[in-house]
């Protein structure tokens, strides 16, 4: 296993996770490095998701969660949105009855540096001439630029991403990498949820191995073929 960092953004330690009386995650823990990009890659029903609603608080939790030096265990959503992490769900959560424009506009901006609007065209130019089109008229892959596009407003240092290549096709997928590079490159720190490892790897920092609700392995930097070999082993159906 890595060291552990001292420059942490985030750390999650004995995580535990419950839907009704069944446990869903069994004591995850693993770290995510300021400006940087972490995926949790495993099979489905590996407990990725959970943990990610776990650290938004989302779900019925247990442990610790640290961000930016102070425990989140027992803060409720709204209150950990506003120290800065923002969710963008598998489902993208886009509003039908509202324009694309009312969609990017709904969330608050809740900290200081949110993305303004004109900038995050130049980040998905596809929506652009969308802006008056309703929220699901949209495209598969336009609406997960709106979905990403939206928490990019609300000054978020760290974005936790589900699934965001799901079901879209390979074009779309290349401009969702280029998009999320750019947010690294700016200084974002994304959480990355991904069963597309070939996606995930040009992306990520490091990789964090999820399997039956526990961190089976964690790996770091560039991959070379043993460390590749071990990734795609667990991911194997």
Not at 113 to 125: R, T
Not at 192 to 203: G, I, K, P, S, Y
């Given at each position: 296993m890595p060291e552990k960092l001292e420059s942490a953004l985030l750390r999650v330690e004995g995580l535990q996770a419950w839907y009704g009386e069944s446990q869903a995650l069994h004591g995850i823990g693993f770290e995510v490095p300021a400006g940087g990009v972490t995926t949790l890659l495993g099979r489905n029903g590996a407990g990725k998701s959970t943990t990610?609603?776990?650290?938004?608080?989302?779900?019925?939790?247990?442990?610790?969660?640290?961000?930016?030096?102070?425990?989140?265990?027992?803060?409720?959503?709204?209150e950990i949105a506003r120290r800065g992490i923002a969710y963008c769900p598998e489902e993208r959560g886009i509003f039908a009855s509202l324009s694309v424009m009312e969609n990017l506009l709904l969330p608050p901006v809740v900290r200081p540096?949110?993305?303004?609007?004109?900038?995050?065209?130049?980040?998905?130019?596809n929506l652009r001439s969308?802006?008056?089109?309703?929220?699901?008229?949209?495209?598969?892959?336009?609406?997960?630029?709106?979905?990403?596009?939206?928490?990019?407003?609300?000054?978020?240092r760290l974005l936790l991403l589900d699934e965001p290549t799901e079901g879209l096709a390979p074009v779309i997928v290349q401009q969702i990498g280029k998009a999320?590079?750019?947010?690294?490159?700016?200084?974002?720190?994304?959480?990355?949820?991904?069963?597309?490892?070939?996606?995930?790897?040009?992306?990520?920092?490091?990789?964090?191995?999820i399997e039956h609700g526990q961190v089976m392995d964690v790996l770091d930097g560039g991959l070379g073929p043993t460390e590749q070999a071990r990734l795609e082993g667990y991911l194997r159906v």
């Open positions: 990610l609603k776990c650290i938004m608080g989302m779900a019925r939790r247990a442990g610790s969660i640290v961000f930016d030096g102070r425990e989140c265990i027992r803060s409720q959503p709204d540096g949110g993305m303004p609007v004109e900038a995050i065209l130049e980040l998905f130019p969308r802006m008056a089109t309703q929220g699901t008229k949209l495209s598969g892959g336009e609406q997960q630029m709106l979905a990403i596009g939206r928490v990019l407003r609300t000054g978020a999320i590079g750019q947010l690294k490159a700016q200084g974002f720190t994304i959480v990355l949820v991904e069963q597309n490892f070939a996606f995930a790897r040009q992306l990520a920092d490091r990789h964090v191995v």
